[in-house]
């Protein structure tokens, strides 16, 4: 199989594994690095507020990412018939599942 059948396998494989790993990272705080917007600097893993609240959220973005990336490599790598079956609305599905479970996660935050 040529190069180019393998990137829907791809694409897929990661949406889906990105808006897993993002939902997993938001609520258990799996972010890769904390940013200190007070005094603009980056901390490795998930560390305290220092002088002002620190953003987890780019943590949670590249945590994500990275797994999604290495899911969909992964994917790849299968034979052809284990992701032949793979639909292309998955892609589609997961986010939208994602923000309503986010959504109902964080419902307290908006009603107040």
């Known amino acids: 199989m040529n190069q180019n059948a393998r ?3 791809f694409v897929i494989v ?6 897993i790993a993002y939902v997993v990272a938001v609520i258990y705080n799996y972010a890769l690095f904390t940013y200190h917007p007070a005094t603009g600097e980056f901390g490795l893993g998930v560390e305290k507020a220092r002088d002002a609240p620190a ?7 590249a945590t994500s990412t990275i797994t999604g990336a290495v899911a969909g490599l ?3 790598a299968l034979p052809q018939g284990l992701t032949r ?9 997961a986010p939208l599942i994602a923000t309503l479970v ?7 935050f908006f009603l107040h």
């Open 85 to 93: 079956r793979l639909p292309a609305a998955l892609a589609w599905l």
């Open 14 to 19: 990661f949406s889906l594994a990105t808006v």
């Open 74 to 76: 992964i994917a790849c």
């Open 102 to 108: 986010l959504g109902y996660l964080l419902r307290n």
């Open 7 to 9: 990137l829907p396998v």
């Open 55 to 61: 953003m987890y959220w780019y943590g949670w973005i």
